[in-house]
């Protein structure tokens, strides 16, 4: 527990200490966060038989015959395709909570996930992109359960690292818009009233 409660603190100073302005940076640094993340269940699943790869596995087998990704530096040439993939894709996860704002993050963080499951996974197997092919259902359970882990990752280490003015609260601005719209504005004549009356006489 004290263990734990050490960490906690470790990562509540880091917090605090990185509170980037440059979208660029902090879509590296989350994007690496999540894609780290994913790596973690990736690497649990398959010590349980659930997956039937590794990222560094699939990733490499863009550059290298599956027979020879055992090999360590081929695995890991793999391993570093995957973290510059999953650091640039975070950045359009930047922009999107820059337009729509960070209410409901985590439906956001899943869906993006969800997303990039589709179209990197997805396609790369329907496209051949990749010379790795699984051939059990369960393997795809799995990758889609890490892109979401991904995407919600990613989304909350955006908003947890970034400055506060970087992505807005939709809630908090309509709010306010309404309040103004339902203040009643006074209306001031320019003319005195006795020069008022004096016209209609």
Known sequence: MEQLSNLLKWGSKLQRGLKMKDSIALSIFSGLLGTLAM??????FWKKGKTETLYGHIAGSVFVNPLRLNQRKNFWL????????GAVLAYPMTLLLKKTGKDNLLLKG???GAV???FIYGMGQRFRV??????????????LFNN?????TTATALVAFSDPS???N???????VDNQKNKVQPIYADVKADEESTMFM
């Open 39 to 44: 790596d973690i269940t990736n690497l649990l």
């Open 78 to 85: 793999g391993q570093i395709l995957h973290l510059i993939t």
């Open 110 to 112: 899943a869906f993006f």
């Open 116 to 118: 990039t499951w589709e």
């Open 130 to 143: 990749f010379a790795t092919t699984p051939y059990f259902t369960k393997t795809h359970y799995s990758e």
């Open 148 to 152: 979401i882990l991904y995407g919600i």
């Open 166 to 168: 970087m992505f807005p």
């Open 170 to 176: 939709t809630q908090t601005n309509t709010t306010s």
